[in-house]
């Protein structure tokens, strides 16, 4: 079975701060990752993405994640948040034998101006 | 191109009534999905259909839950008779297939309320 966890649950940065979120799951064959991101009020929309190839993925706002195999992790990065990265967001992971995602619980971040 | 549109947005109801959550997926996508979001979590699968035909529901309480796809295109979700415990946001998403290799598109999603 496939699970993904999201240790932190609320993080709050200043603007410029640097970001990182983490995100493990366990699979025991090939997986697929993502991010998604919820601004408030607004639908889940996808960051990122992992298939293969290079592990260090970019996505939109100058967001990037890196697949590190070895500790089952897909963390989350940004050099300097901004005030309109306040949402909540969500690591998914899909298993090579599986038909969709599953999410982890999510974290929320808050960024102060 | 449109989005996945759900409606309705908000839904307030009482214990043992019954709802239904409508979902139009993008325009050629064959595969769509329900996920049920209780407030905290992360978005949990309920059913997913590829065109008119289910491929995972195993984690749909049938006994209170069903959905439907016909012709292949929008889908229904209901809830008969609802309780406490289904209160929580419904999102349908799409996909171009199964194997999800863009993601999927959200709805924005229905709230809903049991009291």
């Known amino acids: 079975a496939q699970s993904v966890s999201q240790h932190n649950h609320h993080v709050i940065l200043s603007e410029a701060a640097s970001l990182e979120l983490g995100c493990n799951y366990s699979y025991g064959g090939t997986v697929n990752l993502f991010w998604y991101v919820q601004y408030p009020g607004q639908h889940l929309q996808l960051l990122l993405k992992?298939?293969?190839?290079?592990?260090l993925v970019k996505g939109i706002k100058g967001f990037e994640a890196e697949f590190i195999k070895s500790k089952f992790s897909f963390n989350l990065r940004k050099p300097s948040v901004q005030w309109s990265d306040t949402a909540e967001y969500f690591c998914a992971v899909k298993g090579s034998g599986a038909n969709n995602l599953f999410f982890g619980t999510g974290t929320r971040l808050t960024v102060i101006p | 191109e449109a989005g996945v549109a759900q409606s309705p947005r908000y839904k307030i109801i009482e214990k043992r009534q019954s709802v239904a959550f409508w979902c139009n997926p993008i325009?050629?996508?064959?595969?769509l999905y329900w996920y049920q979001q209780i407030l905290g979590q992360g978005p949990k699968l309920l059913i997913q259909f590829q065109n008119n035909g289910v491929v995972d529901d195993s984690q749909l309480p049938k006994d209170r839950f069903s959905a439907e796809r016909l012709k292949g295109v929008d889908s229904t979700l209901k809830i008969q008779p609802a309780k406490l415990e289904d209160s929580a946001v419904y999102l349908c998403?799409?996909?171009?297939?199964?194997?999800?290799?863009?993601?999927?598109?959200f709805g924005s999603g229905t709230r809903l309320t049991v009291v």
């Open positions: 325009s050629g996508h064959a595969t």
């Open positions: 998403a799409s996909s171009l297939e199964s194997g999800a290799l863009y993601g999927y598109t």
């Open positions: 992992y298939f293969s190839g290079d592990p």
